[in-house]
């Protein structure tokens, strides 16, 4: 299975642009790039998901290299809410029945 | 709110006793899993039906350990006999269809302390 690497911490400001980073070396053609979040004592929750292209939604903007082989979460204004741990995924468009968390990392945000 | 419950929150039991969690998937969603998290790592999957079909399991999954989702709705997740390597937290997440791009819906937990 393919494999990604992430930082195990991270800090940023509130009100201040995170890139958080994932590097897939191994990708396949049909692994989409998921990211997930833990918010303390809760359960993961959907962030949001790419294949090659850049993605945009509500919570926050997927940035994904050319060749595939990382991408970049990016929270445009941090909050203290935004305190949790992201989690990059891999998942087979064709075998896909569970997901392979990491470690993920440990976002801190400093009001 | 219909989202993914599970219940109960916590339990504590005593090593060799049986344990039974719930799941409630939102509904209509014929995918659910169950996962297990230690502290400080990440989900690890455990097993997943399809409907009412348990369609694989982990190696994680011993023998004391038996799901089931018995009309395709709710699901049970049991151990038995447990032992404190089992104390974790058992997430249960559900989904709308297969393929890459499902987006997986997380309950918030039972966490499980054997002492």
């Known amino acids: 299975d393919a494999k990604t690497t992430q930082p195990n911490s991270m800090e940023s400001n509130e009100e201040e642009p995170v890139h958080l980073p994932c590097n897939h070396s191994t990708i396949s053609g049909t692994d989409y790039i998921h990211w997930y979040r833990q918010l303390p004592s809760q359960g993961p929750e959907y962030v949001i998901h790419?294949?090659?292209s850049n993605v945009n939604n509500r919570m926050a903007s997927l940035a994904i290299a050319e060749d595939r082989k990382s991408s970049t979460l990016i929270l445009h204004r941090a909050t203290l809410r935004d305190a949790a741990v992201y989690y990059c995924i891999l998942r087979d468009l064709y075998n896909n029945n569970d997901m392979r968390f990491g470690a993920g990392t440990r976002l801190t945000v400093k009001p | 709110d219909t989202g993914v419950s599970q219940d109960p929150r916590h339990k504590i039991t005593k090593r060799g006793q049986n344990v039974t969690f719930r799941c409630d998937p939102i509904s209509e969603h014929n995918r659910l899993y169950w996962y297990r998290q230690t502290l400080g790592q990440g989900p690890e999957f455990l097993t997943y039906?399809?409907?009412?079909?348990?369609?694989?399991k982990s190696r994680l999954l011993s023998d004391r350990f038996s799901a089931e989702r018995p009309k395709g709705s709710f699901s049970t997740l049991e151990i038995q006999r447990t032992e404190q390597g089992d104390s974790a937290m058992y997430l249960c997440?559900?989904?709308?269809?297969?393929?890459?791009?499902?987006?997986?819906?997380f309950g918030p937990g039972t966490r499980l302390t054997v002492l």
């Open positions: 997440a559900s989904s709308e269809r297969d393929g890459g791009t499902d987006t997986q819906y």
């Open positions: 790419g294949l090659t």
């Open positions: 039906f399809q409907n009412e079909a348990q369609l694989e």
